[in-house]
T-cell receptor
């Protein structure tokens, strides 16, 4: 299993600013992902965080808006840049420990409100 | 392309009724995993079950049971003798390589 610490748990931000969300795992994991859950909606994959290289973004998400870092096998950050009220969502970090046992573990999420 | 469809947006039942949540998926891969998650009003995602594509055996866990049918690409979830605490949004999800595609979710309300 994997224990994920995601920070901050919630924040209220002014439009036009940026927020960086951290995801720390208690063990090395193969894969890390970032998801967004807009109010009343399902979870949508933003990107796969690749260790040591650029993240792989899903359609509709771009690096300039959601820069992602993954410097090692236990840590990743997601930045929400130049925020607008439409970015108000829950952002979740997810990890897969290894490619054989592909069970996904989720962080508690970051509840972001942009005013 | 991967796709998960949960056609039931909202379901309301009275306590002790049985309820089935439908999930239909699309994938081109022969190896994949299917999941169900519960999201109570508090917001956290609660893992319920994972099933790989080679294991079509149905599973029962207490009041929960899952029916996986590859022939119809369905992975339905039944709650027997529902309780008020079962009220939540339930998500079905599909994964081929770790990244997950979620259905739209079904909001279940269990009334006392």
């Amino acid at each position: 299993s994997a224990v994920i610490s995601q920070k901050p748990s919630r924040d209220i931000c002014q439009r036009g600013t940026s927020l960086t969300i951290q995801c720390q795992v208690d063990s090395q994991v193969t894969m890390m992902f970032w998801y967004r859950q807009q109010p009343g909606q399902s979870l949508t994959l933003i990107a796969t965080a690749n260790q040591g290289s650029e993240a792989t973004y899903e359609s509709g998400f771009v690096i300039d808006k959601f820069p992602i870092s993954r410097p090692n096998l236990t840590f990743s950050t997601l930045t929400v840049s130049n925020m607008s009220p439409e970015d108000s969502s829950i952002y979740l970090c997810s990890v897969v420990v290894d490619r054989v046992n592909t069970e996904a573990f989720f962080g508690q999420g970051t509840r972001l409100t942009v005013v | 392309a991967q796709k998960v469809t949960q056609a039931q947006t909202e379901i309301s039942v009275v306590e002790k009724e049985d309820v089935t949540l439908d999930c239909v998926y699309e994938t081109r891969d022969t190896t994949y995993y299917l999941f169900w998650y519960k999201q109570p009003p508090s917001g956290e995602l609660v893992f319920l079950i994972r099933r790989n594509s080679f294991d079509e055996q149905n599973e029962i866990s207490g009041r929960y049971s899952w029916n996986f049918q590859k022939s119809t690409s369905s992975f339905n979830f039944t709650i027997t003798a529902s309780q008020v605490v079962d009220s939540a949004v339930y998500f079905c999800a599909l994964s081929e390589a770790g990244d997950m595609r979620f259905g739209a979710g079904t909001r279940l309300t269990v009334k006392p």
